[in-house]
């Protein structure tokens, strides 16, 4: 199988016929399977699903609504394709950028193509402004150069799809999770288009929780494997800076000075207890870890490639 399109799907009954058309359009010269993840629709989209799919389609039925990260892992979990391709199915992303993804993937030696929505045709206070000034603070904080994190429409090589780690809500933090995957990646210009039938899934509402994921991913980044890195060097100083507090304090009750209603008091205190406290987690963490990979068997690196004679092999 050479190419394996997952589209998670919720509440778009409207959709799903031009959808299945739109597919066999631009992909009838690419052997591929289609993969409709319903992640808990309410209406129709089941059965027209059904009704509709091609003898390519594997359906994939949840119980309830997971989220979009959950159906996406889901669908790749049960693809075939050599090529992974991810879109959404309201028809706002256009399969006919597919075949021209796969051939920048070919002929640039990559692992992931991520769309970049060219005019896209969203609502400017609600959307637009909203995604750009997260794009923006996605960037900063990852380190991760990309001007599009939010379009679904991306083409992966299936080690890396297959290898994401995707649960949550990270499918907004795709990019990021492709870099720790050490995977070559790069941008291209799709189509967007508005969007003909039902009602958007996302809002501002969605901000804090991008907010909060954000914090997660940049702490995942820097400190997945290393945790002790981070909690150890914030206790440290904490520990010590109370412990500097206190030594203050007892030169100046031994000169006899009374310090039992002074503020600094407290916060020497508080320091020294609050850096043992992030010490004794970073501890923590580390077995955390430690027990991640050990009881899997998983190994902190990936090799791409290994080079050597047979005898050395």
Request: glycine residues 8%; charged residues 20%; aromatic residues 8%.
């Amino acid at each position: 199988m050479k190419l394996s399109v997952v589209i998670p799907v919720m509440n778009e009954e409207e959709s799903i016929k031009p959808l299945f058309e739109a597919l066999e359009a631009s992909l009838s010269d690419i052997e591929h399977e289609i993969i409709i993840v319903d992640d808990g629709s309410t209406d129709t989209t089941v059965s027209i699903t059904k009704q509709y799919a091609p003898d390519n389609t594997k359906i994939l039925v949840f119980n309830k609504n997971y989220g979009q990260t959950t159906a996406l892992a889901a669908g790749i979990d049960h693809a075939r394709g050599e090529l992974i391709a991810t879109m959404d199915g309201d028809l706002q992303n256009d399969p006919s950028d597919i075949p021209a993804m796969i051939a920048f993937l070919v002929e640039n030696d990559l692992d992931v193509v991520a769309g970049r929505r060219a005019g896209r045709k969203d609502g400017m206070l609600l959307r637009k402004i909203p995604s750009r000034i997260a794009n923006a603070l996605i960037r900063t904080l990852t380190d991760v150069h990309i001007r599009d994190y939010g379009c679904t429409l991306k083409v992966f090589k299936k080690d890396v799809a297959k290898n994401l780690g995707l649960y949550g809500e990270l499918h907004r933090f795709i990019p990021v999770l492709v870099q720790l995957y050490g995977a070559r990646m790069a941008e291209m210009d799709v189509k967007h288009h508005s969007r003909k039938y039902g009602v958007s899934k996302y809002g501002i509402g969605r901000t804090f929780k991008v907010l909060s994921d954000l914090l997660f991913m940049v702490f995942f980044q820097k400190y997945g494997q290393k945790p002790m890195h981070l909690f150890g060097t914030l206790g440290f100083l904490a520990f010590f800076l109370g412990i500097a507090i206190n030594l203050y304090l007892l030169i100046v009750k031994i000169m006899g000075q009374e310090i039992g209603g002074r503020p600094l008091l407290m916060l020497g205190v508080i320091l020294t207890f609050t850096g043992i406290q992030l010490i004794t987690t970073g501890f923590i963490a580390e077995f955390i870890m430690r027990t991640y990979y050990e009881s899997q068997n998983k190994k902190p690196y990936i090799i791409r490639e290994i080079v050597g004679t047979k005898e050395n092999q």
